[in-house]
């Protein structure tokens, strides 16, 4: 009796002290996690509509909308984050729109954890020295008026169409997928909303 | 008391060949396989279980007389977690970067039997300055061995070492090595060639 109550006031105590230590971990830690969050998706709003000096974020529907201006008050664009599965992880992209949902500006990645050197080509390539970025790059100004489509070992053909990457098809064919997805369903929302 | 003889230098480099946690005791296999795509990942992944380990061993070994011996595992798993969860929440604050690199896996740290073995075998038994030292040599010597793997496969992988090219430009790289077979490739003849110097060593000796 006295033996199993010491055993179950160490551990207690083990795990109380741990619980506090973590508490205060938390503390310190939680705003700095959420100032990397808001910073980065500053940094891709900038990077998908080009030219925003600031944003303006709308809720329509339960969606959020970035509604980007530039120096001279100008609209930029409207952006919004695609989420779907990739290969092996889940892609979260940031596109940028022009207002009329014709064509993309730029996308960017969020979040992704594809294949080390296959599928993680869609953000960064180490081995195209001209342009790490080229997947991404190949959505700019991607008219959108059809759904996008792949082709692979060959440079597109058609309007709204971008090559695939070699050895990560399923990873390219996501990209197009979550982005053809989120483009249908959220431009009926941006183009539907009151004004 | 026979071990209090070992010197506290021998209790250090034990890690590094002798002992070594991933060539001679094959422990801590799963980070070792999974993060060593590149050079900077297998040393930031050894730099996390050196921090845990030296904090878990040090913890361990002050308390190790009030921890009663049914309940030690539980004790070592919630003093672990907490240094692991402290390195997690830590690189997300201060390096997104490498955070973002190493994913999943510092969480997994925790089910790292390195650091749960080196607990029960050793910081549990010993004074704080030799669990230390233990904990040193021994974390160190996983650190180098994920490095030395990482760049063993960055270099045929990527043609890169801490992403900078060695290989000429006319080099392909051998994609296989960045991928999960390549990891057991490359992990196998380590500790082939280990074994191979350690059965020359004891024919000379």
Redesign the interface.
Known sequence: MK?SA??MI??TV??II?GA??SF??I??EP??QA?KQA?LERSIGIVLPGTVQYETEMIDGTTFYIGSDANGQATGVAFKAVGNGFQSKLEILVGTDLAFSQILAITFLAQ?E????GTKIESD??N?DDTAWFTTQFQQLTISRDISYIKNQAPTQPGEIQAIT?ATISSKSVVDILNQAIQANREIFLNREA | MAKEKTSLATEFTKGFWKENPVLRMLLGLCPTLAVTNAAINGLSMGLAVIFTLVCSSTIISLVRNLIPREVRIPSFIIVIATFVTIVDLTLAALFPDISKALGPYVPLIVVNCIILGRQEAFASKNPVHRAIIDALGMSLGFTITLTVLGAIRELLGSGMIFSVQIMPTSFDPWMVMILPPGAFLTLGLMIGVANWINARKGKTA
């Open positions: 033996k010491r055993l160490v551990l083990i795990a741990s230590v973590l971990m938390n310190f830690a700095r996690i990397h980065q954890a294949t080390p050197g296959l180490p081995t020295r050895g």
